[in-house]
């Protein structure tokens, strides 16, 4: 199967003019973004040089963790409406009568979304640790540099947002309702973070393999996604709101 | 009312209609054969066939819910008939052959859905990136003049009228040169002025030589822009051009207005050539006649008389009448519209299913 890298790129180009026109957008992606670097930066700042060892273990675990929730819930709200949203507002019929084909219309819209989420989520976390280096006390500031929580943090941000994006769009195009789209697409975007979030407080023991083997999962996840997502992508369905029925359907000269 | 009628007095209907016209000669632009479509229980479509000319206009007519636009996205690879098969711009409708087909087609729906947040100008470069057209600025340029939208090409597409967004969607379809091109009621909620331009623009598709496939609701509409139609109500009823089909459902017939009743109708009219039956109707020339009147002593009254040939009874009607002493306001051939066909196939479907 070809894919067009024009028909894709079309797809991303508009989605990128819409987001940047649509102001809503932007500041309801943004306040997360702002929450989960004010938050984290607060608790290690308010951090004294004298703090105990334990204190500061379990700070910086949390400050860590924190920023993993951005490339989750932006793109989970995002991609949540990407289908559904555009059958609501009826542009999504012309679209697909266009040779565009699925694979295509959801690379275009899993990658509009991923470049500004993952630099959001980038950038938020560069801020941080920008902000601890130059402002914290230095034993603080050492120990956020060198949490192990910190190259995993940079790996993690692309794949969850991967998951989170394929999971939303798979929820838009069977969903009938933008609204409950959003609210089970951060639901389904819950059980990464919940295996991050245990292992960034050390209920399980976050040991390099451990930490490979679940960015290697869901690498492979990512990458498979958007046929499996294609697969339930079904024209008829969005179109018509009904499920397709099965039939004698003949090819004319070509049987 | 055996009194205000003559020897047949039934309505201006033939007995029989005929068989469906053959399809026009010359390439087909669309093959429907034999398409059926249920979802679930429900039949949209039932073993509708029909053919469509290269460059012709073709109506397609039919009350809500009759499988209008069911038809024209099984024909636009937008669903998958149950059964059947199809032949779209020499292209066998298959899972395999959508994308091909859907890049020599274009489909105008009902909503024009563009992007509100892009300006005309951005929606377009998107299809047309979409399309994969090379020389896209100048295919937008030329799509807007088709138009007439050149001077809102920068305006944001949700601050423009329906009207204007519906000639935007327009240009949309045009941008990709169709070979045939699907109208789904493309004058829906406009007002006259901006239905009247979109007439002129499918005027112009046709003039082009665009193969033009029109489900509409507006009869007047049909009859002025389509050189065939068709009338379905989930399965096809009829299909002709609109005066064969007015001619195969109706007898001729002519309308006569004297400006008192006649004392004995039944003398005048019976056995003058051509005539077939007459009846008593209202003086509203423009209404149809349907059901015989009694009419009141000196004041105008109408008859109508089912005729063979207009031509040959028009004037043995005249001299019946100036010789039984009657002042004649007018003779007329009666017209029947393509509402008339539509609403009495539909009402026939209809009044079978109830």
């Known amino acids: 199967m070809s894919i067009s890298t024009s028909r894709t790129g079309a797809v991303i180009r508009k989605e990128l003019t819409e987001f940047r026109r649509n102001r809503l957008i932007l500041i309801t992606a943004s306040v997360l973004p702002i929450v989960f670097l004010v938050s984290p930066t607060a608790q290690i700042l308010s951090l004294k040089a004298s703090a105990l060892s334990t204190v500061l273990e379990r700070r910086v675990e949390t400050a860590l963790f924190l920023p993993l929730l951005i490339p989750v819930f932006v793109p989970a709200i995002l991609s949540a409406y990407a289908v559904v949203g555009e059958r609501e507002q009826g542009t999504l019929e012309p679209v697909l009568t266009t040779p565009i084909s699925r694979v295509e219309f959801l690379l275009g819209k899993a990658t509009a979304i991923f470049v500004p989420a993952v630099g959001v989520a980038y950038l938020m976390f560069g801020v941080f640790v920008a902000i601890t280096q130059f402002a914290a006390a230095s034993p603080v500031a050492t120990a956020v540099l060198h949490a192990p929580q910190l190259p995993a943090e940079l790996v993690f941000i692309p794949l969850l947002a991967g998951w989170a994006i394929w999971v939303g769009l798979a929820i838009s195009a069977r969903a009938t309702d933008t609204r409950v789209a959003q609210q089970l697409s951060i639901l389904a975007s819950l059980p990464p973070i919940a295996l991050a979030a245990l292992m960034s407080f050390q209920v399980i023991s976050p040991t390099f393999e451990l930490a490979a083997a679940l960015a290697v999962g869901l690498l492979v996840i990512d990458s498979l996604a958007c046929f499996a997502v294609a697969r339930v992508f079904d024209r008829e369905r969005l179109i018509t709101g009904t499920k397709p029925t099965s039939g004698s359907y003949r090819v004319r000269g070509s049987q | 009312m055996s009194t205000t009628s003559g020897p047949s007095s039934s309505p201006t209907r033939s007995p029989s209609p005929a068989p469906p016209s053959p399809a026009p000669a010359g390439p087909a632009a669309i093959e429907a054969s034999h398409l059926t479509k249920t979802f679930g ?70 909503a024009p859905g563009l992007y509100r947040r892009l300006t005309v100008t951005e929606n377009l470069d998107f299809f047309a990136r979409l399309y994969g057209l090379r020389r896209r600025e100048q295919r937008i340029s030329q799509a807007l003049a088709a138009v007439g939208l050149r001077d809102r090409a920068h305006d944001l597409a949700g601050s423009l ?105 039944d003398q005048v009219f019976t056995g003058l050539p051509a005539v077939e039956s007459w009846q008593t109707t209202t003086t509203d020339t423009t209404a149809t006649p349907t059901a015989p009147l009694t009419p009141p002593a000196n004041s105008p009254v109408g008859y109508l008389l089912t005729v063979t040939d207009p031509a040959q009874a028009a004037p043995a009607v005249t001299r019946a009448l100036v010789a039984a002493g009657a002042d004649v306001l007018s003779i007329a051939e009666s017209r029947h519209t393509l509402e008339d066909v539509y609403l009495q196939l539909v009402d026939d479907t209809e009044g079978r299913t109830r």
Request: a neutral charge; one cysteine or more; charged letters at 20%.
């Open chain 2, 161 to 265: 009228s329906k009207g204007l967004r519906q000639r935007a969607a327009l240009a949309r379809s045009l941008l990709n040169d169709p070979a045939v091109m699907f109208l789904d009621e493309p004058t829906s909620g406009l007002d006259p002025v901006a239905a009247h331009e979109v007439h002129g623009l499918i005027t112009a598709l046709r003039d082009r030589g665009v193969t033009v496939f029109l489900t509409t609701h507006r009869l007047d509409e049909a009859e002025r822009l389509c050189d065939r139609v068709a009338i379905m109500n989930t399965r096809l009823l009829t299909i002709g051009r609109p005066d064969e089909l007015r001619q195969r459902l109706f007898s001729r017939s002519l309308a006569v207005i004297t400006a008192a009743p006649l004392a004995s109708p």
């Open chain 2, 41 to 110: 229980p429900r039949t949209a479509v039932a073993d509708v066939s029909f053919t469509v000319a290269r460059g012709e206009v073709f109506g397609f007519l039919g009350p809500n819910g009759a499988g209008k636009t069911t038809t024209v996205r099984i024909l636009g690879t937008l669903i998958e008939p149950t059964a059947g098969s199809a032949v779209v711009a020499d292209i066998p409708l298959s899972p395999a052959t959508g994308a091909e087909i859907r890049q020599h087609i274009s489909i105008m729906p009902e």
